[in-house]
């Protein structure tokens, strides 16, 4: 009993509860929006979605406290196992229990677990861990081409997997900015990102042909919005016109003239901005901006306080991720960006997300509870 006590004392002492705080605050807010958006149009109840979504924060405030509990250099150690448990947990796409849900073939449904999960969006954070224990391994010369290729190849080798197995292209972009965040922390050369954006920029006729052709329409419609307004284009048009009807202040909670018609599909996930705008107004979308600012700016913090460039690699990655995320969800639905499938973080109805970003959380909670580590051994 002594030992538990002094442990609990360890982690009040040491993890980043405001950071927890943030994250359990967002996930009240998101909630109560999804309250809404879940009552009408939809094929379940709104209890099952908090269910499900209170389960699945349930569960990542556990994995925010367990990852806080051990060091990263320790976690790094097992980079074989944790390697190994990206590529299964990636490959359960090619399997039978692999579902469809919002056009995307990235949902495993495994038997015991009462909601679907994502492998790709568990994977994300696993990924950042790994590789910035794969950019220190080099950190006396993190930009030597040798060190650079095997990053790149880390990448596409996710990005590949993603892609084939799923075309969830939406969750395949987070890779990317946790990938620049991470390089960038470790002190990467500029360059190699000048050559990285020339080489996309000169194979981005092959990348267009492997789009489908709804997904080129989606880009297409963010540069004119009323080319397919019946259809492709539907999603983003009406989605301004819920955060436009919304005003200052919204029309009330539960009050929402789209969102209480369930005309909005995915007005409870991806769209989950959308609903609140139209119900809590300019006011509701300020506070949910800030909200999520807050808890990157803290990643960021601790990211520059951090004793070891691991430690701040880390942070920088997960950093990369919630800023990309939050852009680009909130841009969706502001249509300037493209419809494609990415949550909101904290918001977004989804036990898969929420469950990562929690566990995200908790390696920046980790980089701050133990300073003293020196990584020199991973």
Known sequence: ?????????????????????????????????????????????VASFLKTQLIGAAIGVVLFIAISAVSLDLLAKFWKWILGFNLLLLLLLATPFRAEEGGNMSWVYLPGIPFGIQPAEIVKVTFTLLLAAQVF????????????????????????????????????????????????AAGVKLRWFALGGIAVTAASPLLWRMLSPRL?????????????????????LTSMRMIGGGGLTGQGLYNGEITQTGQMFGQHNDFIFAALGEELGFIGCLGCILL?????????????????????????????????????NIAMCLGVAPVIGITLPFFSYGGSSIMASFAALGLVSSVKRHPERTWRDV
């Open 137 to 184: 391994r080099f950190r006396e010369k993190p930009s030597g081409i040798l060190p650079v290729g095997g990053y790149v190849a880390h990448l596409l080798l996710m990005l590949g997997l993603i892609y084939v197995l799923s075309k969830d292209v939406g969750v395949a972009l987070i890779y990317i900015p946790a990938f620049s965040f991470v390089l960038l």
């Open 1 to 45: 009993m002594g030992e538990l006590k002094r442990e609990v004392r360890a982690f009040l002492k040491g993890a980043d509860l405001l950071l927890l705080f943030l994250g359990v605050c967002a996930v009240v807010f998101g909630s109560v929006v999804i309250s809404s958006a879940a009552r009408a149009g939809q094929t379940r109840a």
């Open 292 to 328: 999520l600012t807050v808890i990157i700016l803290r990643c960021l913090w601790i990211a520059r306080r951090a004793k070891n460039g691991m430690g701040s690699m880390v942070c920088c990655g997960v950093a990369g991720i919630l800023i990309f995320q939050t852009f680009l």
């Open 216 to 236: 080129q329409a989606r880009i297409l419609i963010v540069f004119n919005p009323m080319l397919d307004p019946e259809d492709v284009g539907w999603q983003g």
